[in-house]
């Protein structure tokens, strides 16, 4: 079965410093978000990317935030520079479809990103 | 504003009962909605879609929907301890999907 992939799984870095989550959607899926989930907490939607730019940004998604589909595979998430609240679970997703209606979306493992 | 409210739980149901969890949303404008399951430490697993009002069945799953009440359940039937995990509402509009946070659902043996 097709799945997202996400790597690293786990990823500490120093405050302030500048870190890249990448993320490859399966092949046939046009439509590519980012979520987070700080630890007990709930599923928070950051963004969401279709032909080339971003769709939806929640306000969670500022400046330090920014999405590149950089080569047609990789879909990555860039923080500028790390506070200690941005340590959560970072989970990428895809889906296919042009509407609401054409199926949920398929999640990656995750990335645990540990700012210290 | 849009938002997706869950009874956190816990909700605790014996080995073989029915396990029924309940969301609503704000906006009455979405358009599709999902039932996750999520593990611990675990990425959520897509288990199941509605679109209409009225029922869908899948297995020993069924979930509710009714735009009017903006309410959405499920129900899990013969309820396994395997079943025991965090059930998260979903709700999408356009291509912004919502969380709530999630019911805790344990099944005991």
């Known amino acids: 079965e097709p799945e997202v992939t996400q790597t690293p799984s786990h990823q500490v870095t120093q405050m302030g410093q500048e870190v890249i989550l990448r993320c490859v959607p399966i092949s046939n899926h046009l439509y590519f978000y980012w979520y987070r989930q700080i630890l007990g907490q709930k599923v928070e939607f950051l963004v969401s990317?279709?032909?080339?730019?971003?769709?939806?940004k929640s306000e969670i998604f500022d400046d330090q935030f920014s999405v590149e589909r950089p080569d047609g595979s990789n879909f990555t998430l860039k923080i500028r520079s790390t506070k200690l609240e941005d340590s959560a679970m970072y989970f990428c997703?895809?889906?296919?479809?042009?509407?609401?209606?054409?199926?949920?979306?398929?999640f990656g493992s995750g990335t645990r990103l540990t700012v210290v | 504003q849009k938002e997706v409210e869950q009874n956190s739980g816990p909700l605790s149901v014996p080995e073989g009962a029915i396990a029924s969890l309940n969301c609503t949303y704000s906006d009455r404008g979405s358009q599709s909605f999902f039932w996750y399951r999520q593990y611990s430490g675990k990425s959520p697993e897509l288990i199941m879609s509605i679109y209409s009002n009225g029922d869908k069945e899948d297995g020993r799953f069924t979930a509710q929907l009714n735009k009017a009440s903006q309410y959405v359940s499920l129900l899990i039937r013969d309820s396994q301890p395997s079943d025991s995990a965090t059930y998260l509402c979903?709700?999408?509009?356009?291509?912004?999907?919502?969380f709530g946070a999630g019911t805790r659902l344990t099944v005991k043996p």
């Open positions: 979903a709700v999408n509009r356009n291509n912004d999907m919502r």
């Open positions: 997703a895809s889906r296919t479809g042009t509407g609401a209606w054409q199926g949920g979306y398929t």
């Open positions: 990317f279709y032909n080339n730019e971003i769709s939806e």
